[in-house]
T-cell receptor
């Protein structure tokens, strides 16, 4: 089946620095990818939808200048958390949807800790 | 989006019993539904799906029931095992839009 690889799985960074998270579809082309944020004991919160070759669509309340999303190819989307602060510490998860296929496959998530 | 950030409801079952996890969805135009399992510290994993033209689908130890009249989805797990302990999310899709339900935390008591 479809596989989505997310890297890194864990990252600790200093406050004020930027962190990049990668999401790759390994055996299919993903025209659409999604980025989620999840707090402990809560559901996944959709942050943004990225479409290959065009700008990402951000959900209400998500700062596009803080959470930069790039989907430059059909197999790679990146989320960059800029000028990270401790409140950005969370579990970030990506998902990808194969072209003309309803299936949504999730990455393994990235635990970001900002100190 | 239609995300919610509520704390998860919980369900505890005895090992070997059957589990039923329920989900109410919001949009009558939703055409595809998916159940995911999320273990601690991991991303959601696909369990089973069902299209809106069906009302029941069975997998290995799992069954999904869809009641479009009341917009209700359920996941039944037969002979629940300790490895089934996780958070279970339903998801509905409308075209390219994808929405998660609030999720249910399942704990299996040995």
């Amino acid at each position: 089946g479809a596989v989505v690889s997310q890297h890194p799985s864990r990252v600790i960074c200093k406050s004020g620095t930027s962190v990049k998270i990668e999401c790759r579809s390994l055996d299919f082309q993903a025209t659409t990818m999604f980025w989620y944020r999840q707090f402990p004991k809560q559901s996944l919160m959709l942050m943004a939808t990225s479409n290959e070759g065009s700008k990402a669509t951000y959900e209400q309340g998500v700062e596009k200048d803080k959470f930069l999303i790039n989907h430059a190819s059909l197999t790679l989307s990146t989320l960059t958390v800029t000028s990270a602060h401790p409140e950005d510490s969370s579990f970030y998860i990506c998902s990808a949807r194969e072209w003309e296929n309803y299936g949504y496959t999730f990455g393994s998530g990235t635990r970001l800790t900002v100190v | 989006g239609e995300n919610v950030g509520l704390h998860l409801p919980t369900l505890s079952v005895q090992e070997g019993d059957n589990s039923i996890i329920n989900c109410a969805y919001s949009n009558s135009a939703s055409d595809y539904f998916i159940w995911y399992k999320q273990e601690s510290g991991k991303g959601p994993q696909f369990i089973i799906d069902i299209r809106s033209n069906m009302d029941k689908r069975q997998g290995q130890r799992v069954t999904v029931l869809l009641n479009k009249t009341v917009k209700h989805l359920s996941l039944q797990i037969a002979a629940t095992q300790p490895g089934d302990s996780a958070v279970y999310f339903c998801a509905e899709t409308i075209g390219n839009q994808f929405y998660f339900g609030t999720g249910t935390s399942l704990t299996v008591i040995p």
